[in-house]
């Protein structure tokens, strides 16, 4: 087992892996940015280092920076965390180099799975269902239409170098497809200087339902069931929740034997996620893979009560995971917590807090960095915190999710606590009925928007 | 300007970005500068109330683990009061605050270990009492096998050495105070 883990991460997830170290009896180190240096995972990890100034790139995006805090401290591993370098396979390799093991799949690995189109490629191979599409860029309208024939309409047309819905448009019918498709490149053309479009299905009304899976250094893997996280804003999750309300014990079996094929056919090691578009049939689709911790991890860990960054842990060292997939005994949601004003277009709130409350109690939990008084930086991303509860049942769940929200105060800056308590309040939502179109129409009190000057 | 509007504008420029403001016409004039202004390299740095702070031996800085550590484990309120009480005591403890008040801190750009010659064979690069100028070699911060040589941003006279030879140093660590009117 390891005696030092380097955390290359900040904010909430440092924390927690600071957490599952110290109840491992492994030392941890933190490495800060200068705005960083009141954080609480500096000030709960045995070690810190001050790797840089504020800004990303020169400090938690810093490949010698960090290589050179493992050196002067000696940590035999380092924990990536989730965004920053975790998926970044030439840190991933710069570690081997050093040997120094790093807490999640290979180098190559990462890379067959960060390349979307890769990614798609290795799945089709594995018998894996995938969003059926063009395969490459299309060459002109009248192959798009011959290929929209064989997938079945309505598909979308999406730009390949595409991102934050530009470049995309949705055709429904034959007729539609010559207009759609020079629009389609004339903005993908203004918008990234790429007019190339390639073509998917249009999965109707989708449902986003991942897969949680673990893979050890023998190529064993097992599935943890799933979690939905529909309620996105701007392809962005804001709530999740395991078990889907849309889930049915044959439908997680087919998908749970998908994830774990996918794994698989790459020799997956590490925790990782796959994940799914479901359309209303329960058709699904591969879509991508995530191969590294979660941020939504917590909602798993509540309803099949396993430390996922203690198994990551495991793995890494080596150790055997069990033979058995886990089902979830209980229901959890998650709502993420931004510093983000819900009545002004979600524009960034950073400042500093001046009170702190978080809610308390049976089946509430936290994960946090901030406390009162703490300065919320602009310099990195608005989530503060995550507010995750638990019950024997969803609508329970509820229930108790809304007194957390009612009960969390942060004062000093605006929050989506708002958002969530609207959100949980919901008919739709407290059905259980929704998909990834369910904030499009949201009202999000139009009346509380700032009034001009 | 009255002197509300000058107030005025000193809160509204100490609430932005900004590292200076200047302002003119026929018959005023106006420059405010922020500590951000000496943070971008333009002025030597001073910052007087971070000196007696790292009298400690600075190697603790990396090394030593937080020692409010299980005070401020039973509720998440309790880290920042343990914050606010450090500063002042801090400022207390420094008589010398005013005699160290026009000295710059030379700072380490990166991380790694500090050597204070090429070799150990070889003399310091620099020691108390040298004279140094902008662009001149005043150590060796050592990372990944990589020897860098780092160069000083100021001239002056070296007044104290901040670190012992061979210890780890984190970025932005005080390796040396330097006299800028010696």
Redesign the interface.
Known sequence: MFKKILIANRGEIALRIVRTCKEMGIKTVAVYSTVDRESLHVRFADEAVCIGPASSALSYLSIPKIMAAVEITNADAVHPGYGFLSENADFAEVCTEYGIKFIGPTPEQIRKMGDKITAKETMIKANVPVVPGSGGLLKDAKQGMKIAKDIGYPVILKATAGGGGKGMRIVRAKDEFEDAWNMARNEAKASFSNDGIYMEKFVEEPRHIEIQVAGDQYGNVIHLSERDCSIQRRHQKLIEEAPSPFMTKSLRKKMGEAAIKAAKSIKYEGVGTVEFLVDKNKDFYFMEMNTRIQVEHTVTEEVIDHDLIKEQIKIAAGEKIGKKNYEPTMHAMECRINAEDVYNDFRPSPGTISSFHSPKGHGVRVDTHVYSGYTVSPHYDSMIAKLICRAQTREECIKKMSRALDEFIIEGLKTTVPLHQMIMKDEAFRKGDFNTGFLNDFDFGEEKKDKKP | MTYKEITDLIRTINKSNLSEFKYSNTDFEITIRTENYSKKGNAPQVSPSMIPMTTASPVQ??????P??TA?APS??K???A??ADVPAANAADGTKDANSNLIEVKSP????FYRSASPDKPAYVKVGDNINVGDVVCIVE??KLFNEIESEVAGKIVKVMIEDAS??????ILYLVDPNA
């Open positions: 800085h990396i090394i030593s683990a937080q409010t550590t401020a998440v309120d880290p920042a009061e914050i606010k990166i991380v790694g270990t990372a990944m780890p140093v984190e970025y932005d660590q």
